[in-house]
Protein backbone atom coordinates (compact mmCIF):
# COMPACT_ATOMS: atom_id res chain seq x y z
CA UNK A 1 0.00 0.00 0.00
CA UNK A 2 1.58 3.48 -0.70
CA UNK A 3 -1.00 6.03 0.96
CA UNK A 4 -4.25 5.34 2.75
CA UNK A 5 -7.20 8.10 3.69
CA UNK A 6 -9.23 7.53 6.80
CA UNK A 7 -12.31 9.41 7.71
CA UNK A 8 -10.85 12.62 6.18
CA UNK A 9 -12.63 15.82 6.34
CA UNK A 10 -12.54 19.45 5.22
CA UNK A 11 -14.80 22.69 5.64
CA UNK A 12 -14.35 26.10 4.47
CA UNK A 13 -16.41 28.25 6.79
CA UNK A 14 -19.80 26.39 7.56
CA UNK A 15 -19.88 24.43 4.65
CA UNK A 16 -18.60 21.20 4.78
CA UNK A 17 -17.18 20.06 2.26
CA UNK A 18 -15.48 16.52 2.66
CA UNK A 19 -17.25 14.35 5.34
CA UNK A 20 -16.15 11.43 5.42
CA UNK A 21 -13.34 10.22 3.04
CA UNK A 22 -11.76 7.16 2.99
CA UNK A 23 -9.69 4.93 0.60
CA UNK A 24 -6.54 3.57 -0.15
CA UNK A 25 -3.96 3.55 -2.97
CA UNK A 26 -1.83 0.36 -4.03
CA UNK A 27 1.42 0.42 -5.86
CA UNK A 28 0.89 1.07 -9.57
CA UNK A 29 -2.79 1.65 -9.16
CA UNK A 30 -4.55 3.99 -11.76
CA UNK A 31 -7.48 5.91 -9.65
CA UNK A 32 -9.77 8.37 -11.36
CA UNK A 33 -11.60 10.53 -8.77
CA UNK A 34 -14.98 11.34 -10.34
CA UNK A 35 -17.90 13.52 -8.69
CA UNK A 36 -20.00 16.32 -9.77
CA UNK A 37 -18.57 20.07 -9.67
CA UNK A 38 -17.78 21.61 -6.56
CA UNK A 39 -17.75 17.58 -4.91
CA UNK A 40 -14.41 18.49 -3.44
CA UNK A 41 -12.52 16.06 -5.89
CA UNK A 42 -9.42 18.67 -6.61
CA UNK A 43 -9.60 19.83 -3.00
CA UNK A 44 -9.22 15.68 -1.86
CA UNK A 45 -6.50 16.10 -4.88
CA UNK A 46 -4.45 19.47 -2.70
CA UNK A 47 -4.70 17.29 0.21
CA UNK A 48 -3.15 14.49 -0.22
CA UNK A 49 -0.63 16.43 -2.05
CA UNK A 50 0.24 18.00 1.70
CA UNK A 51 -0.62 21.75 -0.30
CA UNK A 52 -3.99 21.90 1.74
CA UNK A 53 -4.58 20.98 5.22
CA UNK A 54 -7.96 18.78 6.64
CA UNK A 55 -9.90 19.15 9.66
CA UNK A 56 -9.95 15.91 10.84
CA UNK A 57 -8.91 12.40 9.98
CA UNK A 58 -5.44 10.48 9.36
CA UNK A 59 -3.41 9.90 6.10
CA UNK A 60 -0.79 7.45 6.15
CA UNK A 61 2.06 7.21 3.40
CA UNK A 62 4.11 4.27 2.89
CA UNK A 63 8.24 5.28 3.17
CA UNK A 64 9.69 6.53 0.20
CA UNK A 65 6.47 7.67 -1.10
CA UNK A 66 7.28 10.83 -3.34
CA UNK A 67 4.31 12.50 -4.65
CA UNK A 68 4.06 14.71 -8.10
CA UNK A 69 1.41 16.87 -8.25
CA UNK A 70 0.40 18.67 -11.83
CA UNK A 71 -0.35 22.59 -11.21
CA UNK A 72 -0.21 25.24 -13.90
CA UNK A 73 3.72 26.55 -14.03
CA UNK A 74 4.41 24.79 -10.98
CA UNK A 75 7.83 24.22 -10.01
CA UNK A 76 8.89 26.14 -13.71
CA UNK A 77 11.67 28.38 -13.97
CA UNK A 78 10.59 31.20 -16.56
CA UNK A 79 13.94 32.43 -17.46
CA UNK A 80 15.04 29.04 -18.57
CA UNK A 81 14.28 27.30 -22.12
CA UNK A 82 12.08 24.43 -22.29
CA UNK A 83 14.93 22.07 -23.19
CA UNK A 84 16.98 23.32 -20.35
CA UNK A 85 14.04 22.91 -18.23
CA UNK A 86 13.88 19.19 -18.22
CA UNK A 87 17.62 19.34 -18.04
CA UNK A 88 16.96 20.04 -14.51
CA UNK A 89 15.62 16.78 -13.47
CA UNK A 90 18.63 15.14 -15.17
CA UNK A 91 20.79 17.54 -12.61
CA UNK A 92 22.33 14.29 -10.58
CA UNK A 93 23.02 12.22 -12.98
CA UNK A 94 24.85 14.83 -15.29
CA UNK A 95 26.76 15.22 -12.27
CA UNK A 96 27.82 11.64 -11.98
CA UNK A 97 28.06 11.79 -15.84
CA UNK A 98 30.95 14.83 -15.60
CA UNK A 99 32.76 13.04 -12.87
CA UNK A 100 33.16 9.56 -14.77
CA UNK A 101 34.88 11.63 -17.91
CA UNK A 102 37.15 13.18 -15.23
CA UNK A 103 37.75 10.06 -14.08
CA UNK A 104 38.65 8.83 -17.53
CA UNK A 105 41.08 11.21 -18.19
CA UNK A 106 43.20 10.71 -14.64
CA UNK A 107 43.52 6.86 -15.61
CA UNK A 108 46.20 7.61 -18.16
CA UNK A 109 48.46 10.33 -16.13
CA UNK A 110 48.00 8.71 -12.20
CA UNK A 111 49.71 6.13 -10.01
CA UNK A 112 46.72 5.42 -8.51
CA UNK A 113 44.56 3.77 -10.72
CA UNK A 114 43.00 1.06 -8.45
CA UNK A 115 41.42 3.73 -6.16
CA UNK A 116 40.30 5.71 -9.48
CA UNK A 117 38.78 2.57 -11.34
CA UNK A 118 36.69 1.26 -7.91
CA UNK A 119 35.23 4.66 -8.20
CA UNK A 120 34.64 4.90 -11.48
CA UNK A 121 33.01 1.37 -11.48
CA UNK A 122 30.63 1.94 -8.96
CA UNK A 123 29.20 5.45 -10.85
CA UNK A 124 29.32 3.01 -13.82
CA UNK A 125 27.10 0.53 -12.22
CA UNK A 126 24.82 3.54 -10.48
CA UNK A 127 24.53 5.43 -13.79
CA UNK A 128 23.21 2.35 -15.41
CA UNK A 129 20.55 1.47 -12.97
CA UNK A 130 19.65 4.89 -13.21
CA UNK A 131 18.84 4.60 -16.99
CA UNK A 132 21.53 7.75 -17.17
CA UNK A 133 23.09 7.08 -21.08
CA UNK A 134 18.79 7.44 -22.40
CA UNK A 135 17.47 10.88 -20.08
CA UNK A 136 18.49 12.57 -23.17
CA UNK A 137 16.34 10.62 -25.30
CA UNK A 138 13.65 10.42 -22.62
CA UNK A 139 13.22 14.46 -22.77
CA UNK A 140 12.72 14.12 -25.94
CA UNK A 141 10.34 11.25 -26.01
CA UNK A 142 8.14 13.17 -23.51
CA UNK A 143 8.31 16.77 -25.22
CA UNK A 144 7.69 15.38 -28.44
CA UNK A 145 4.78 13.07 -27.31
CA UNK A 146 3.27 16.51 -25.31
CA UNK A 147 3.68 18.20 -28.72
CA UNK A 148 6.43 20.15 -28.46
CA UNK A 149 8.75 19.98 -31.92
CA UNK A 150 12.53 20.20 -31.91
CA UNK A 151 12.47 23.41 -33.23
CA UNK A 152 10.33 24.42 -29.51
CA UNK A 153 12.72 22.72 -27.08
CA UNK A 154 14.91 26.38 -27.18
CA UNK A 155 11.81 28.97 -26.63
CA UNK A 156 12.35 30.57 -23.13
CA UNK A 157 9.28 29.62 -21.03
CA UNK A 158 8.65 33.14 -19.62
CA UNK A 159 7.36 33.52 -24.00
CA UNK A 160 5.21 30.58 -23.78
CA UNK A 161 1.02 30.94 -23.42
CA UNK A 162 -0.65 29.66 -20.37
CA UNK A 163 -1.10 26.32 -22.30
CA UNK A 164 2.09 25.67 -23.23
CA UNK A 165 3.63 25.87 -19.45
CA UNK A 166 1.55 23.52 -18.50
CA UNK A 167 2.38 21.31 -21.25
CA UNK A 168 6.46 21.87 -19.90
CA UNK A 169 5.00 21.70 -16.50
CA UNK A 170 3.76 18.02 -17.02
CA UNK A 171 6.30 17.39 -18.94
CA UNK A 172 8.87 17.66 -15.95
CA UNK A 173 6.82 15.68 -13.46
CA UNK A 174 6.65 12.93 -16.09
CA UNK A 175 10.03 13.09 -16.39
CA UNK A 176 10.83 13.11 -12.34
CA UNK A 177 8.71 9.76 -11.87
CA UNK A 178 7.10 9.98 -8.60
CA UNK A 179 5.79 7.07 -6.86
CA UNK A 180 2.69 8.72 -6.95
CA UNK A 181 1.55 10.92 -9.99
CA UNK A 182 -1.67 13.62 -9.16
CA UNK A 183 -3.45 14.86 -12.50
CA UNK A 184 -6.29 17.57 -12.27
CA UNK A 185 -7.46 17.81 -15.92
CA UNK A 186 -4.29 16.35 -17.37
CA UNK A 187 -5.57 16.40 -20.88
CA UNK A 188 -6.39 20.73 -21.11
CA UNK A 189 -4.56 21.85 -23.79
CA UNK A 190 -3.75 18.58 -25.31
CA UNK A 191 -4.65 17.61 -28.81
CA UNK A 192 -6.18 14.36 -29.30
CA UNK A 193 -2.69 13.26 -30.79
CA UNK A 194 -0.78 14.33 -27.13
CA UNK A 195 -3.55 12.49 -25.18
CA UNK A 196 -3.65 9.12 -26.91
CA UNK A 197 0.52 9.38 -26.06
CA UNK A 198 0.19 10.25 -22.77
CA UNK A 199 -2.74 7.48 -22.13
CA UNK A 200 -0.33 4.92 -23.43
CA UNK A 201 2.83 6.39 -21.02
CA UNK A 202 0.60 6.41 -18.07
CA UNK A 203 -1.33 3.26 -18.75
CA UNK A 204 3.09 1.98 -18.69
CA UNK A 205 3.84 3.95 -15.89
CA UNK A 206 5.53 1.90 -13.27
CA UNK A 207 3.80 3.71 -10.26
CA UNK A 208 0.76 4.99 -8.88
CA UNK A 209 -1.33 7.74 -10.77
CA UNK A 210 -4.59 9.31 -9.31
CA UNK A 211 -6.42 11.49 -11.83
CA UNK A 212 -8.83 14.35 -12.09
CA UNK A 213 -10.47 14.73 -15.70
CA UNK A 214 -13.65 15.63 -17.24
CA UNK A 215 -12.58 13.23 -20.28
CA UNK A 216 -14.31 9.90 -19.68
CA UNK A 217 -12.70 8.05 -22.47
CA UNK A 218 -9.10 9.31 -21.21
CA UNK A 219 -10.73 7.85 -17.75
CA UNK A 220 -11.73 4.15 -19.15
CA UNK A 221 -8.43 4.14 -21.27
CA UNK A 222 -6.12 5.01 -18.08
CA UNK A 223 -7.30 4.14 -14.34
CA UNK A 224 -8.44 0.58 -13.23
CA UNK A 225 -10.50 2.01 -10.46
CA UNK A 226 -12.98 4.77 -9.84
CA UNK A 227 -13.29 6.49 -6.60
CA UNK A 228 -16.50 8.26 -6.63
CA UNK A 229 -16.82 11.68 -3.97
CA UNK A 230 -20.49 12.25 -3.52
CA UNK A 231 -22.22 14.01 -0.57
CA UNK A 232 -18.45 14.35 1.12
CA UNK A 233 -18.10 10.57 1.02
CA UNK A 234 -16.00 7.89 -0.94
CA UNK A 235 -16.79 5.04 -2.62
CA UNK A 236 -14.01 2.86 -4.38
CA UNK A 237 -15.41 1.13 -7.64
CA UNK A 238 -13.05 -1.26 -9.05
CA UNK A 239 -13.07 -0.94 -12.56
CA UNK A 240 -12.65 1.63 -15.17
CA UNK A 241 -15.49 4.21 -15.93
CA UNK A 242 -17.69 2.57 -18.39
CA UNK A 243 -17.94 -0.46 -15.48
CA UNK A 244 -18.46 2.68 -12.83
CA UNK A 245 -21.47 3.83 -14.85
CA UNK A 246 -23.38 0.42 -15.28
CA UNK A 247 -22.43 -0.74 -11.32
CA UNK A 248 -23.47 2.60 -9.48
CA UNK A 249 -26.92 2.35 -10.52
CA UNK A 250 -27.51 -1.04 -9.80
CA UNK A 251 -25.93 -0.21 -6.38
CA UNK A 252 -27.55 2.61 -5.42
CA UNK A 253 -31.25 0.94 -6.00
CA UNK A 254 -30.05 -1.93 -4.30
CA UNK A 255 -28.37 0.80 -1.26
CA UNK A 256 -32.57 1.99 -1.34
CA UNK A 257 -33.96 -1.23 -1.01
CA UNK A 258 -31.88 -2.24 1.61
CA UNK A 259 -33.12 0.77 3.58
CA UNK A 260 -36.43 0.41 2.68
CA UNK A 261 -36.42 -2.90 3.96
CA UNK A 262 -34.53 -1.89 7.46
CA UNK A 263 -37.24 0.55 7.80
CA UNK A 264 -40.07 -1.48 7.20
CA UNK A 265 -38.65 -3.96 9.55
CA UNK A 266 -38.07 -0.86 12.52
CA UNK A 267 -41.12 -0.06 12.40
CA UNK A 268 -42.76 -3.01 12.69
CA UNK A 269 -40.66 -3.70 15.96
CA UNK A 270 -41.75 -0.19 17.36
CA UNK A 271 -45.16 -1.34 16.84
CA UNK A 272 -44.45 -4.62 18.35
CA UNK A 273 -42.86 -2.83 21.57
CA UNK A 274 -45.96 0.10 21.88
CA UNK A 275 -48.55 -2.91 21.26
CA UNK A 276 -46.72 -4.93 24.08
CA UNK A 277 -46.19 -2.02 26.14
CA UNK A 278 -49.96 -1.59 25.45
CA UNK A 279 -50.53 -4.88 27.57
CA UNK A 280 -49.17 -3.21 30.78
CA UNK A 281 -48.37 -7.05 32.22
CA UNK A 282 -44.93 -7.85 33.70
CA UNK A 283 -44.38 -10.14 31.03
CA UNK A 284 -45.36 -8.27 27.97
CA UNK A 285 -43.49 -5.28 29.37
CA UNK A 286 -40.34 -7.57 29.62
CA UNK A 287 -40.58 -8.61 26.13
CA UNK A 288 -41.03 -5.14 25.04
CA UNK A 289 -37.91 -4.09 26.64
CA UNK A 290 -36.16 -6.96 24.97
CA UNK A 291 -37.24 -5.79 21.17
CA UNK A 292 -36.28 -2.48 22.23
CA UNK A 293 -32.89 -3.53 22.82
CA UNK A 294 -32.61 -5.33 20.20
CA UNK A 295 -33.65 -2.41 18.34
CA UNK A 296 -30.79 -0.19 20.15
CA UNK A 297 -28.10 -2.70 19.12
CA UNK A 298 -29.34 -2.78 15.47
CA UNK A 299 -26.69 -1.08 13.38
CA UNK A 300 -28.93 1.25 11.35
CA UNK A 301 -28.35 2.57 7.65
CA UNK A 302 -28.45 5.89 6.88
CA UNK A 303 -30.55 7.02 3.89
CA UNK A 304 -29.10 6.85 0.90
CA UNK A 305 -28.99 10.78 -0.33
CA UNK A 306 -30.04 11.80 -3.87
CA UNK A 307 -27.96 12.51 -6.60
CA UNK A 308 -28.12 16.19 -7.32
CA UNK A 309 -30.74 17.70 -9.52
CA UNK A 310 -30.20 17.16 -13.31
CA UNK A 311 -31.68 18.68 -16.17
CA UNK A 312 -33.61 16.79 -19.31
CA UNK A 313 -33.08 17.81 -22.13
CA UNK A 314 -35.80 16.96 -24.83
CA UNK A 315 -35.20 18.07 -28.67
CA UNK A 316 -38.10 18.01 -30.93
CA UNK A 317 -38.20 18.20 -34.93
CA UNK A 318 -40.94 20.60 -35.29
CA UNK A 319 -41.11 19.27 -38.52
CA UNK A 320 -38.98 16.43 -40.59
CA UNK A 321 -36.38 16.98 -43.50
CA UNK A 322 -36.26 15.05 -46.40
CA UNK A 323 -33.75 11.67 -46.54
CA UNK A 324 -31.03 13.95 -47.95
CA UNK A 325 -30.68 16.50 -45.54
CA UNK A 326 -27.08 18.05 -46.93
CA UNK A 327 -24.51 17.72 -49.77
CA UNK A 328 -21.08 19.48 -50.13
CA UNK A 329 -19.54 19.41 -53.30
CA UNK A 330 -16.21 20.17 -54.42
CA UNK A 331 -16.32 22.67 -51.57
CA UNK A 332 -13.23 24.78 -51.11
CA UNK A 333 -12.06 27.51 -48.99
CA UNK A 334 -9.54 30.07 -49.31
CA UNK A 335 -8.04 32.40 -46.60
CA UNK A 336 -5.41 35.23 -47.45
CA UNK A 337 -4.44 34.07 -50.53
CA UNK A 338 -3.91 30.57 -48.88
CA UNK A 339 -6.45 27.41 -49.35
CA UNK A 340 -7.53 26.66 -45.85
CA UNK A 341 -9.01 23.00 -47.62
CA UNK A 342 -9.88 22.54 -51.19
CA UNK A 343 -12.56 19.38 -52.59
CA UNK A 344 -14.61 18.74 -49.60
CA UNK A 345 -17.32 16.27 -50.38
CA UNK A 346 -20.10 15.49 -48.25
CA UNK A 347 -23.64 13.43 -47.82
CA UNK A 348 -25.56 13.82 -45.04
CA UNK A 349 -28.81 11.25 -44.61
CA UNK A 350 -31.94 11.91 -42.45
CA UNK A 351 -30.91 10.60 -38.37
CA UNK A 352 -27.34 10.47 -39.27
CA UNK A 353 -24.70 11.72 -36.22
CA UNK A 354 -21.88 12.31 -37.42
CA UNK A 355 -18.76 13.82 -35.70
CA UNK A 356 -16.47 15.71 -37.81
CA UNK A 357 -12.99 15.07 -36.54
CA UNK A 358 -9.26 16.56 -37.46
CA UNK A 359 -6.51 18.30 -35.96
CA UNK A 360 -6.13 21.60 -34.20
CA UNK A 361 -6.40 24.23 -37.54
CA UNK A 362 -7.07 22.37 -39.87
CA UNK A 363 -11.26 23.92 -40.95
CA UNK A 364 -13.44 22.61 -38.94
CA UNK A 365 -15.34 25.19 -37.53
CA UNK A 366 -14.41 27.36 -40.81
CA UNK A 367 -16.96 24.27 -42.40
CA UNK A 368 -19.88 24.99 -40.16
CA UNK A 369 -19.45 28.15 -40.83
CA UNK A 370 -19.98 28.00 -44.69
CA UNK A 371 -22.47 25.25 -44.35
CA UNK A 372 -24.44 27.74 -41.92
CA UNK A 373 -23.63 30.47 -44.36
CA UNK A 374 -21.76 32.68 -42.11
CA UNK A 375 -19.31 32.35 -44.82
CA UNK A 376 -18.62 31.95 -48.54
CA UNK A 377 -17.05 29.38 -49.96
CA UNK A 378 -14.18 30.15 -52.82
CA UNK A 379 -15.24 27.12 -54.71
CA UNK A 380 -17.77 24.67 -54.83
CA UNK A 381 -21.40 23.70 -53.64
CA UNK A 382 -23.54 23.20 -50.32
CA UNK A 383 -27.02 21.54 -50.93
CA UNK A 384 -30.01 21.38 -48.59
CA UNK A 385 -32.45 18.73 -48.93
CA UNK A 386 -36.46 19.46 -48.74
CA UNK A 387 -37.65 20.87 -45.10
CA UNK A 388 -34.24 21.03 -43.62
CA UNK A 389 -34.43 23.35 -40.36
CA UNK A 390 -30.71 23.69 -38.61
CA UNK A 391 -29.76 24.93 -35.06
CA UNK A 392 -25.88 25.89 -34.40
CA UNK A 393 -24.11 25.30 -31.07
CA UNK A 394 -21.54 28.13 -31.15
CA UNK A 395 -18.30 26.59 -28.73
CA UNK A 396 -17.47 30.38 -28.56
CA UNK A 397 -21.47 31.39 -27.27
CA UNK A 398 -20.80 34.26 -29.48
CA UNK A 399 -25.14 33.99 -30.21
CA UNK A 400 -25.47 35.44 -26.45
CA UNK A 401 -25.39 39.17 -25.55
CA UNK A 402 -23.45 39.75 -22.55
CA UNK A 403 -25.41 42.31 -21.01
CA UNK A 404 -29.02 40.89 -21.36
CA UNK A 405 -29.79 39.36 -18.24
CA UNK A 406 -30.71 34.78 -18.73
CA UNK A 407 -34.27 35.75 -19.21
CA UNK A 408 -33.98 38.65 -21.31
CA UNK A 409 -31.49 36.33 -23.53
CA UNK A 410 -34.58 34.17 -23.91
CA UNK A 411 -37.57 36.06 -23.88
CA UNK A 412 -35.90 38.19 -26.31
CA UNK A 413 -35.63 35.72 -29.25
CA UNK A 414 -39.46 34.13 -28.17
CA UNK A 415 -41.53 37.14 -27.68
CA UNK A 416 -44.59 34.41 -27.70
CA UNK A 417 -43.37 33.09 -24.50
CA UNK A 418 -44.73 34.30 -21.37
CA UNK A 419 -42.96 34.72 -18.11
CA UNK A 420 -44.12 31.23 -16.82
CA UNK A 421 -43.08 29.86 -19.85
CA UNK A 422 -39.41 31.21 -20.02
CA UNK A 423 -39.11 30.80 -16.19
CA UNK A 424 -39.84 27.00 -16.74
CA UNK A 425 -37.88 26.91 -19.54
CA UNK A 426 -34.55 28.14 -17.80
CA UNK A 427 -35.32 26.07 -14.36
CA UNK A 428 -35.28 23.01 -16.59
CA UNK A 429 -31.53 24.23 -16.93
CA UNK A 430 -31.00 24.66 -13.36
CA UNK A 431 -31.58 28.45 -13.24
CA UNK A 432 -34.18 29.32 -10.86
CA UNK A 433 -35.61 31.94 -8.58
CA UNK A 434 -33.38 35.60 -8.80
CA UNK A 435 -30.88 33.44 -10.99
CA UNK A 436 -32.43 34.04 -14.00
CA UNK A 437 -31.68 38.03 -13.51
CA UNK A 438 -27.83 37.22 -13.65
CA UNK A 439 -26.36 38.91 -16.48
CA UNK A 440 -24.66 37.11 -19.52
CA UNK A 441 -21.30 38.38 -18.54
CA UNK A 442 -21.30 37.03 -15.16
CA UNK A 443 -21.86 33.23 -16.38
CA UNK A 444 -19.24 30.54 -16.11
CA UNK A 445 -18.67 28.54 -19.08
CA UNK A 446 -20.63 26.07 -18.51
CA UNK A 447 -23.72 28.33 -17.14
CA UNK A 448 -23.58 30.12 -20.70
CA UNK A 449 -23.15 26.42 -22.24
CA UNK A 450 -26.60 25.87 -20.74
CA UNK A 451 -28.33 28.82 -22.01
CA UNK A 452 -27.18 27.98 -25.20
CA UNK A 453 -28.48 24.65 -24.98
CA UNK A 454 -31.68 26.43 -23.78
CA UNK A 455 -31.92 28.09 -27.14
CA UNK A 456 -31.31 25.35 -29.32
CA UNK A 457 -34.28 23.66 -27.53
CA UNK A 458 -36.69 26.20 -28.50
CA UNK A 459 -35.79 26.49 -31.93
CA UNK A 460 -37.26 22.59 -32.79
CA UNK A 461 -34.89 22.78 -35.92
CA UNK A 462 -34.31 19.01 -37.72
CA UNK A 463 -30.33 19.56 -38.26
CA UNK A 464 -28.28 20.32 -35.18
CA UNK A 465 -24.89 21.37 -36.15
CA UNK A 466 -23.13 21.65 -32.71
CA UNK A 467 -19.34 23.00 -31.91
CA UNK A 468 -17.93 21.51 -29.21
CA UNK A 469 -21.33 21.38 -27.30
CA UNK A 470 -19.42 19.47 -24.39
CA UNK A 471 -16.80 22.01 -23.58
CA UNK A 472 -17.29 23.36 -20.08
CA UNK A 473 -19.65 20.85 -19.03
CA UNK A 474 -19.37 18.31 -16.05
CA UNK A 475 -19.72 14.75 -16.61
CA UNK A 476 -23.38 14.81 -15.70
CA UNK A 477 -24.04 17.90 -17.72
CA UNK A 478 -22.44 15.35 -20.73
CA UNK A 479 -24.54 12.65 -20.03
CA UNK A 480 -27.57 14.41 -19.98
CA UNK A 481 -26.80 15.83 -23.42
CA UNK A 482 -26.21 12.76 -24.58
CA UNK A 483 -29.20 10.86 -24.01
CA UNK A 484 -31.23 13.79 -25.25
CA UNK A 485 -29.15 13.49 -28.52
CA UNK A 486 -29.74 9.81 -28.94
CA UNK A 487 -33.45 10.58 -28.35
CA UNK A 488 -33.58 13.27 -31.03
CA UNK A 489 -35.31 12.11 -34.04
CA UNK A 490 -33.33 14.65 -36.75
CA UNK A 491 -29.79 14.54 -37.69
CA UNK A 492 -26.46 15.53 -36.19
CA UNK A 493 -23.29 17.10 -37.39
CA UNK A 494 -20.64 18.11 -34.93
CA UNK A 495 -17.56 18.71 -34.04
CA UNK A 496 -16.11 17.35 -30.55
CA UNK A 497 -12.28 16.25 -29.12
CA UNK A 498 -14.76 13.91 -26.40
CA UNK A 499 -13.72 10.89 -27.48
CA UNK A 500 -16.39 9.19 -24.75
CA UNK A 501 -18.99 11.74 -26.75
CA UNK A 502 -18.26 10.71 -30.29
CA UNK A 503 -18.27 7.01 -29.27
CA UNK A 504 -21.66 7.46 -27.83
CA UNK A 505 -23.12 9.48 -30.52
CA UNK A 506 -22.01 9.21 -33.38
CA UNK A 507 -23.07 7.01 -36.17
CA UNK A 508 -20.24 8.11 -38.67
CA UNK A 509 -16.64 9.48 -38.46
CA UNK A 510 -15.49 11.95 -40.96
CA UNK A 511 -12.07 12.31 -40.76
CA UNK A 512 -11.34 16.27 -42.41
CA UNK A 513 -7.96 17.22 -43.93
CA UNK A 514 -7.04 19.81 -46.32
CA UNK A 515 -7.78 17.46 -49.18
CA UNK A 516 -10.42 15.32 -48.45
CA UNK A 517 -13.11 14.11 -45.73
CA UNK A 518 -12.42 10.40 -45.07
CA UNK A 519 -15.80 8.26 -44.09
CA UNK A 520 -15.62 5.99 -41.41
CA UNK A 521 -18.66 4.03 -40.31
CA UNK A 522 -19.72 3.59 -36.45
CA UNK A 523 -18.59 5.19 -33.41
CA UNK A 524 -14.94 6.19 -31.94
CA UNK A 525 -13.99 2.57 -31.33
CA UNK A 526 -15.00 1.49 -34.83
CA UNK A 527 -13.05 4.58 -36.19
CA UNK A 528 -9.72 3.05 -33.79
CA UNK A 529 -9.95 -0.30 -34.95
CA UNK A 530 -10.15 0.83 -38.68
CA UNK A 531 -6.98 2.73 -37.69
CA UNK A 532 -5.21 0.54 -36.23
CA UNK A 533 -6.38 -2.39 -38.82
CA UNK A 534 -4.59 0.00 -41.48
CA UNK A 535 -1.39 0.17 -39.46
CA UNK A 536 -1.04 -3.43 -39.00
CA UNK A 537 -1.04 -4.29 -42.70
CA UNK A 538 1.85 -1.81 -42.98
CA UNK A 539 3.82 -3.09 -39.59
CA UNK A 540 3.16 -6.80 -41.05
CA UNK A 541 4.68 -5.45 -44.55
CA UNK A 542 8.23 -4.05 -42.90
CA UNK A 543 8.47 -5.84 -39.80
CA UNK A 544 8.54 -9.28 -40.56
CA UNK A 545 11.50 -10.58 -39.30
CA UNK A 546 10.91 -8.33 -35.71
CA UNK A 547 7.94 -10.54 -35.64
CA UNK A 548 9.43 -13.83 -36.13
CA UNK A 549 11.71 -12.82 -33.43
CA UNK A 550 9.34 -12.31 -30.83
CA UNK A 551 7.90 -15.63 -31.60
CA UNK A 552 11.53 -16.48 -29.70
CA UNK A 553 10.50 -15.28 -25.95
CA UNK A 554 10.89 -17.76 -23.37
CA UNK A 555 8.26 -20.38 -22.97
CA UNK A 556 8.83 -20.89 -19.31
CA UNK A 557 8.34 -17.48 -18.90
CA UNK A 558 5.34 -17.25 -21.17
CA UNK A 559 4.05 -20.45 -19.26
CA UNK A 560 3.94 -18.35 -15.93
CA UNK A 561 2.31 -15.77 -17.15
CA UNK A 562 -0.13 -17.92 -18.44
CA UNK A 563 -0.87 -19.65 -14.82
CA UNK A 564 -1.33 -16.17 -13.19
CA UNK A 565 -3.57 -15.36 -16.00
CA UNK A 566 -5.83 -18.34 -15.65
CA UNK A 567 -5.81 -17.78 -11.44
CA UNK A 568 -6.98 -13.92 -12.56
CA UNK A 569 -9.69 -15.42 -14.53
CA UNK A 570 -10.75 -17.71 -11.87
CA UNK A 571 -11.02 -14.56 -9.48
CA UNK A 572 -12.35 -12.17 -12.04
CA UNK A 573 -15.46 -14.77 -12.66
CA UNK A 574 -15.94 -15.68 -9.03
CA UNK A 575 -15.87 -11.88 -8.48
CA UNK A 576 -18.84 -11.66 -10.91
CA UNK A 577 -20.99 -14.22 -9.86
CA UNK A 578 -20.57 -12.98 -6.69
CA UNK A 579 -21.94 -9.42 -7.72
CA UNK A 580 -24.49 -10.81 -9.94
CA UNK A 581 -25.75 -12.45 -6.69
CA UNK A 582 -26.11 -9.38 -4.63
CA UNK A 583 -29.05 -8.04 -7.20
CA UNK A 584 -30.82 -11.50 -5.87
CA UNK A 585 -33.94 -10.71 -4.30
CA UNK A 586 -32.48 -13.28 -1.55
CA UNK A 587 -29.71 -10.94 -0.51
CA UNK A 588 -31.63 -7.83 -1.33
CA UNK A 589 -34.04 -8.63 1.34
CA UNK A 590 -31.41 -9.78 3.89
CA UNK A 591 -28.59 -7.00 5.00
CA UNK A 592 -26.65 -9.73 6.68
CA UNK A 593 -26.48 -12.05 4.09
CA UNK A 594 -25.89 -8.88 1.77
CA UNK A 595 -22.67 -7.61 4.02
CA UNK A 596 -21.14 -11.11 4.01
CA UNK A 597 -21.63 -11.11 0.58
CA UNK A 598 -20.11 -7.85 -0.02
CA UNK A 599 -17.18 -8.90 2.61
CA UNK A 600 -16.28 -12.32 0.28
CA UNK A 601 -16.36 -10.21 -2.70
CA UNK A 602 -13.64 -8.03 -0.88
CA UNK A 603 -11.46 -10.99 0.13
CA UNK A 604 -11.33 -11.73 -3.85
CA UNK A 605 -10.18 -8.24 -4.73
CA UNK A 606 -7.68 -8.05 -2.61
CA UNK A 607 -6.39 -11.79 -3.89
CA UNK A 608 -7.07 -10.33 -7.76
CA UNK A 609 -4.76 -7.28 -6.72
CA UNK A 610 -2.30 -9.58 -5.42
CA UNK A 611 -2.37 -11.23 -8.79
CA UNK A 612 -2.21 -8.79 -11.10
CA UNK A 613 1.33 -7.53 -8.49
CA UNK A 614 2.79 -11.10 -9.88
CA UNK A 615 1.21 -10.45 -13.26
CA UNK A 616 3.17 -7.41 -14.04
CA UNK A 617 6.27 -8.37 -12.04
CA UNK A 618 6.42 -11.39 -14.55
CA UNK A 619 5.64 -9.73 -17.86
CA UNK A 620 8.05 -6.72 -17.37
CA UNK A 621 10.97 -8.78 -16.32
Excluded at 290 to 295: A, G, I, V
Excluded at 456 to 465: E, K, M, Q, V
Aim: aromatic letters at 8%; proline letters at 2%.
Amino acid sequence: MLLQCSNISKSFGTTAILKDITFKIENNEKIAIVGVNGAGKSTLMRIISNQESFDSGEIYKAKGTTIGYLTQESNLHLTETIYSEMIKVFEPIILMENRMRELESQMSQTQQLDTIMKEYDELTHRFSELDGYSYQSRIKGVLKGLGFTENDFNLNIQSLSGGQKTRVSLAKLLLLQPTLLLLDEPTNHLDTKAIMWLETYLKNYNHAVVIISHDRYFIDQVCTSILEVEHGKSKLFRGNYSFYVRTRTKDKEVEMKHYENQQRIIKKQEESIQLLRSYNREKSIKRAMSKEKQLEKMEKMDKPESDPETIRLRFHPQIQSGYNVLQLENLSYRYDQEWLFQNLSLDVKRGERIALIGPNGIGKTTLFKLILQQLSPSDGKITFGTHVETAYYDQEHTSLHPLKSIFNEIQDEYPKMNNTQVRNILASFQFKNDDVFKEIQMLSGGEKGRVVLAKLILTNANLLILDEPTNHLDIASKEILEEALLEFEGTVLFISHDRYFINKIATRIVEMTPKELINFPGNYDHYIEQISNQKVEVKKETNYFEHKAKQTIDRKKQNEIRKIEQTISKLEKKIQDLNDLLHLDEYVNDYVKYNELTAQIEEYETQLLEMMDQWEAASSN
